[in-house]
């Protein structure tokens, strides 16, 4: 029973470059969220989606960030344009429900923005 | 937006000693989960609390899930050097139709042999 799968683990990117971690959640869960780490940092919200269906996006930036969950594959966090401020880790949980769900974790996507 | 707080920030203990952190808020939550993170890992799933005033164990960790339902305590017994790492706490809040888990910002654990 594979965990939360993420890919790629390291990513270097150039400035305004477009960056894209995908995120296949474990199985039989069809909740995806996606949060974002600075080195020293806690865990900070990005967006929570379900197939097909962004439910909350309240913590991705308005620009440049988008995030889809499409019926068939992963969940994919785009970053277009990426800045040197976007450099971080970048991680993605699944559950199998809202209520009472527990929450499981990827090894994460780290991102490089030279 | 909804704030858990978690204390200490930060602890250096000795291998063998006792480890006590805890999780507050104002909110009251349904659910309680406690992780551990190490260094150039995604956090990993320790304890899951569901009722008020449930204990539960998981070797060497006990966590409780508060009465009050706005906290949350997590114990290491006898510390060994593997146990190194940061601990986040989450609460899952109730009637929320958003994202509805909430984290703490993490306590830094050092043990020193």
């Known amino acids: 029973n594979a965990g939360v799968m993420q890919n790629p683990r390291h990513l270097v990117r150039r400035r305004g470059q477009e960056a894209r971690l995908r995120c296949s959640p474990m199985?039989?869960?069809?909740?995806v969220y996606w949060y974002r780490q600075l080195p020293e940092e806690g865990l900070k919200f990005m967006v929570y989606l379900q197939k097909e269906n962004i439910i909350d996006e309240s913590g991705m930036p308005k620009e440049r960030f988008s995030a889809e969950f499409p019926k068939e594959g992963p969940s994919i966090l785009r970053i277009q344009q990426v800045v040197r401020g976007d450099s971080a880790a970048y991680f993605c949980a699944s559950s199998t429900r809202r209520v009472t769900g527990e929450l499981f974790f990827g090894e994460g996507s780290r991102l490089t923005v030279l | 937006g909804q704030q858990l707080n978690q204390s200490p920030q930060s602890m250096f203990i000795q291998e063998g000693e006792d480890v006590s952190m805890n999780c507050t808020s104002s909110s009251i939550f349904n659910t309680w989960l406690w992780y551990k993170q190490d260094p150039g890992e995604g956090p990993v799933l320790l304890i899951a609390l569901y009722k008020a005033g449930e204990l539960t164990s998981n070797g060497r960790l006990t966590a409780q899930f508060g009465i009050t339902r706005k906290d949350s305590f997590l114990n290491i017994s006898a510390s060994i050097p593997s146990d190194v790492g940061i601990y986040f706490c989450?609460?899952?809040?109730?009637?929320?139709?958003?994202?509805?888990?909430?984290f703490g910002p993490g306590t830094r654990l050092s043990v020193l042999p």
């Open positions: 989450a609460g899952q809040l109730l009637d929320n139709y958003g994202q509805n888990f909430v």
């Open positions: 199985k039989g869960h069809s909740h």
